[in-house]
T-cell receptor, first 112, second 117 residues
Framework: GENVEQHPSTLSVQEGDSAVIKCTYSDSASNYFPWYKQELGKGPQLIIDIRSNVGEKKDQRIAVTLNKTAKHFSLHITETQPEDSAVYFCAASKTGGFKTIFGAGTRLFVKA | GAVVSQHPSRVICKSGTSVKIECRSLDFQATTMFWYRQFPKKSLMLMATSNEGSKATYEQGVEKDKFLINHASLTLSTLTVTSAHPEDSSFYIC?????????????FGPGTRLLVL
């Protein structure tokens, strides 16, 4: 079945620096890749997503890139701020009634 | 748009009692709702998938009689933890999609923290 690996598990950056989180997936039929941010004690919130017909998508300080050949996608956060500190989950899914597979999560710490 | 609510946000109950958690899509009709369980510092573990008006599909290892799911309308799904025990203590999160395929975006509720004494 589909497997999603996420790295690193923990990431600490200085405020203003960039943060990059990487995920790989195993099922080449996967065609939808969302990223979620989860703050302590809250539910995950969608921050950006990308579909397989697009290589890159950007929304202000957040961008996601997708390499279908290598089966990996990455989240890029620029000019990090303390409020970016949270756990980030990548995920992959495909059409046809299949469930979404989540990565193990990356705990991001942004030091002021 | 795409807001999902859960109630209650926190619940403490005695061992042996049943607890019902509600999940509502506030501004869209949810064709499919999902129930997850999350352990501390872990990822989301899918428990079951439910479609309005039909029986839920449970993941392997999840007891159907223990975790009762009802998806009575396009905006409401409930999870009932029956005869709760301390090992059922966890963070339960629902999500909902508006599309006809599972590819569509999942919007998550804020979660319910259950503590069974």
């Amino acid at each position: 079945g589909e497997n999603v690996e996420q790295h690193p598990s923990t990431l600490s950056v200085q405020e203003g620096d960039s943060a990059v989180i990487k995920c790989t997936y195993s099922d080449s039929a996967s065609n939808y890749f969302p990223w979620y941010k989860q703050e302590l004690g809250k539910g995950p919130q969608l921050i950006i997503d990308i579909r397989s017909n697009v290589g890159e998508k950007k929304d202000q300080r957040i961008a996601v890139t997708l390499n279908k050949t290598a089966k990996h996608f990455s989240l890029h956060i620029t000019e990090t701020q303390p409020e970016d500190s949270a756990v980030y989950f990548c995920a992959a899914s495909k059409t046809g009634g299949f469930k979404t597979i989540f990565g193990a999560g990356t705990r991001l710490f942004v030091k002021a | 748009g795409a807001v999902v609510s859960q109630h209650p946000s926190r619940v403490i109950c005695k061992s042996g009692t049943s607890v019902k958690i509600e999940c509502r899509s506030l501004d869209f009709q949810a064709t499919t709702m999902f129930w997850y369980r999350q352990f501390p510092k872990k990822s989301l573990m899918l428990m079951a998938t439910s479609n309005e008006g039909s029986k839920a599909t449970y993941e392997q290892g999840v007891e159907k009689d223990k975790f009762l799911i009802n998806h009575a309308s396009l905006t409401l799904s409930t999870l009932t933890v029956t005869s709760a025990h301390p090992e059922d203590s966890s963070f339960y999160i629902c999500s909902a999609t508006a599309g006809v395929s599972f590819q569509q975006t999942q919007y998550f509720g804020p979660g319910t923290r259950l503590l069974v004494l």
